[in-house]
Protein backbone atom coordinates (compact mmCIF):
# COMPACT_ATOMS: atom_id res chain seq x y z
CA UNK A 1 0.00 0.00 0.00
CA UNK A 2 0.80 3.53 -0.58
CA UNK A 3 0.79 6.54 1.51
CA UNK A 4 -1.36 9.14 0.10
CA UNK A 5 -1.70 12.79 1.46
CA UNK A 6 -4.20 15.24 0.76
CA UNK A 7 -3.82 19.14 0.89
CA UNK A 8 -5.79 22.26 -0.78
CA UNK A 9 -8.71 22.02 0.93
CA UNK A 10 -10.45 24.78 2.83
CA UNK A 11 -13.28 26.88 2.73
CA UNK A 12 -15.02 29.38 -0.06
CA UNK A 13 -17.22 31.23 -0.90
CA UNK A 14 -20.24 30.02 -3.79
CA UNK A 15 -18.96 30.58 -7.65
CA UNK A 16 -14.89 30.10 -5.93
CA UNK A 17 -12.10 27.55 -7.00
CA UNK A 18 -9.92 25.30 -4.66
CA UNK A 19 -7.16 23.13 -5.88
CA UNK A 20 -6.73 19.95 -4.04
CA UNK A 21 -3.40 18.20 -4.07
CA UNK A 22 -2.66 14.51 -3.68
CA UNK A 23 1.37 13.79 -2.95
CA UNK A 24 2.57 10.25 -2.00
CA UNK A 25 6.57 10.07 -0.92
CA UNK A 26 6.73 6.67 -2.65
CA UNK A 27 7.39 6.14 -6.82
CA UNK A 28 4.78 3.78 -6.82
CA UNK A 29 1.72 6.27 -7.04
CA UNK A 30 2.99 7.14 -10.79
CA UNK A 31 2.36 3.63 -12.40
CA UNK A 32 -1.23 3.20 -11.10
CA UNK A 33 -4.39 5.34 -12.13
CA UNK A 34 -5.57 7.56 -8.92
CA UNK A 35 -9.06 8.91 -8.28
CA UNK A 36 -10.96 10.98 -6.42
CA UNK A 37 -13.87 10.59 -3.90
CA UNK A 38 -15.48 12.98 -1.41
CA UNK A 39 -18.14 12.25 1.03
CA UNK A 40 -21.15 14.88 1.98
CA UNK A 41 -22.55 14.71 5.73
CA UNK A 42 -24.79 11.71 5.58
CA UNK A 43 -24.50 10.91 2.68
CA UNK A 44 -21.81 7.85 1.30
CA UNK A 45 -18.95 8.16 -0.25
CA UNK A 46 -18.69 8.77 -4.24
CA UNK A 47 -16.31 8.50 -7.14
CA UNK A 48 -15.82 11.56 -8.81
CA UNK A 49 -13.07 11.50 -10.96
CA UNK A 50 -10.03 9.54 -12.00
CA UNK A 51 -7.11 9.82 -14.01
CA UNK A 52 -4.88 7.24 -15.96
CA UNK A 53 -1.06 6.09 -14.96
CA UNK A 54 -0.04 8.25 -18.06
CA UNK A 55 -2.72 10.72 -18.05
CA UNK A 56 -3.87 10.38 -21.07
CA UNK A 57 -7.78 9.14 -19.97
CA UNK A 58 -9.44 11.10 -17.27
CA UNK A 59 -12.97 10.36 -16.08
CA UNK A 60 -15.61 12.72 -14.54
CA UNK A 61 -18.97 12.34 -13.10
CA UNK A 62 -21.61 14.15 -14.61
CA UNK A 63 -22.17 16.23 -11.99
CA UNK A 64 -18.43 17.48 -12.36
CA UNK A 65 -17.91 17.98 -15.89
CA UNK A 66 -16.65 21.33 -16.73
CA UNK A 67 -16.42 22.35 -13.52
CA UNK A 68 -13.26 19.75 -11.93
CA UNK A 69 -10.22 19.03 -13.40
CA UNK A 70 -7.80 16.45 -12.84
CA UNK A 71 -3.92 16.41 -13.92
CA UNK A 72 -1.41 14.97 -12.91
CA UNK A 73 2.43 15.34 -12.59
CA UNK A 74 4.46 12.52 -12.09
CA UNK A 75 8.00 14.02 -11.61
CA UNK A 76 6.37 15.58 -8.71
CA UNK A 77 4.26 12.09 -7.78
CA UNK A 78 1.27 13.90 -7.27
CA UNK A 79 -2.25 14.27 -9.19
CA UNK A 80 -4.76 17.63 -8.39
CA UNK A 81 -7.92 18.18 -9.20
CA UNK A 82 -8.91 21.49 -9.78
CA UNK A 83 -12.39 22.39 -8.92
CA UNK A 84 -14.13 25.59 -10.53
CA UNK A 85 -17.75 27.42 -10.05
CA UNK A 86 -17.84 25.54 -6.32
CA UNK A 87 -21.51 25.17 -4.84
CA UNK A 88 -23.07 24.91 -1.66
CA UNK A 89 -22.73 20.82 -2.38
CA UNK A 90 -19.85 20.37 -2.98
CA UNK A 91 -19.00 20.35 0.36
CA UNK A 92 -17.71 17.37 1.82
CA UNK A 93 -14.65 15.75 2.84
CA UNK A 94 -12.26 15.01 -0.35
CA UNK A 95 -10.53 11.82 -0.90
CA UNK A 96 -7.58 10.28 -3.43
CA UNK A 97 -7.04 6.95 -3.65
CA UNK A 98 -4.55 4.84 -5.92
CA UNK A 99 -6.66 2.30 -8.08
CA UNK A 100 -5.10 -1.14 -8.16
CA UNK A 101 -4.36 -1.10 -12.04
CA UNK A 102 -2.89 1.90 -14.66
CA UNK A 103 -6.28 2.41 -16.18
CA UNK A 104 -9.72 3.94 -14.22
CA UNK A 105 -11.74 0.96 -14.76
CA UNK A 106 -14.49 1.61 -12.46
CA UNK A 107 -15.20 4.00 -9.70
CA UNK A 108 -15.53 1.06 -7.74
CA UNK A 109 -13.90 1.47 -4.15
CA UNK A 110 -13.15 -1.96 -4.22
CA UNK A 111 -10.83 -1.50 -7.08
CA UNK A 112 -8.96 1.34 -5.13
CA UNK A 113 -6.28 -0.20 -2.81
CA UNK A 114 -4.64 3.06 -0.94
CA UNK A 115 -6.20 6.08 0.76
CA UNK A 116 -5.76 9.57 1.74
CA UNK A 117 -7.00 10.46 4.43
CA UNK A 118 -8.69 13.05 3.18
CA UNK A 119 -9.42 17.23 3.06
CA UNK A 120 -12.21 18.71 4.08
CA UNK A 121 -14.05 21.38 1.29
CA UNK A 122 -16.60 24.16 2.82
CA UNK A 123 -18.71 25.70 0.28
CA UNK A 124 -20.67 28.65 1.59
CA UNK A 125 -23.26 31.20 0.56
Known amino acids: QLTLVESG ?5 FGGSLRLSCVSPEDGLNIFAV ?3 RQAPGR ?3 GISCISSAGEMSYYSDE ?3 RFTISRDKAKKAVYLQMN ?3 LE ?3 VYYCAQHSS ?3 ILMDE ?11 VTVSS
Do not use: I, P
Open 85 to 87: SLR
Open 102 to 104: AYC
Open 110 to 120: KYYASWGQGTQ
Open 44 to 46: ERE
Open 64 to 66: MKG
Open 35 to 37: GWF
Open 90 to 92: DTA
Open 9 to 13: GGSVQ
